[in-house]
């Protein structure tokens, strides 16, 4: 398994027709962008509905600039505290803000 920590191009590029990760971790077609903007922090951030099902189903999902995508799968394998961990660490290497302050 492999965390994705979504870069400002990956969040500010990410369009309608794109495949982008849903909640459950996997790659779907994004139908909708519903919102996109900065924190407070500067990170860009975006919300967006995947292709879910063969009925048009669609689901939410957000993903922000240099935070961990959050999904199903990675909180069934980390608790939250070792999800914030990982963030922090990750910050501290590559000089990004953390996710905390």
């Known amino acids: 398994m492999t ?3 979504p870069t400002r191009e990956d969040v500010q590029g990410l369009k309608v027709g794109d ?3 849903d909640c459950f ?3 779907a077609e994004v139908i909708e962008i519903t919102y996109s903007g900065d924190d407070i922090h500067g990170r860009a951030y ?3 509905y995947t292709a879910f099902g063969s009925n048009h189903g669609r689901i939410s999902m957000s ?3 240099d935070c961990i995508v959050s999904t ?3 909180s069934d394998l980390f608790t939250s505290a070792e999800i914030d961990g990982i963030q922090y660490r990750a910050c501290q290497t590559h000089g ?3 996710r905390y302050r």
Do not use: H
């Open 72 to 74: 199903v799968r990675v």
């Open 96 to 98: 990004a803000v953390p």
């Open 25 to 27: 971790g996997r790659e």
């Open 19 to 21: 495949y982008a990760p």
């Open 63 to 65: 993903v922000k600039q």
């Open 46 to 48: 975006v919300g967006y």
């Open 3 to 5: 965390l994705y920590f």
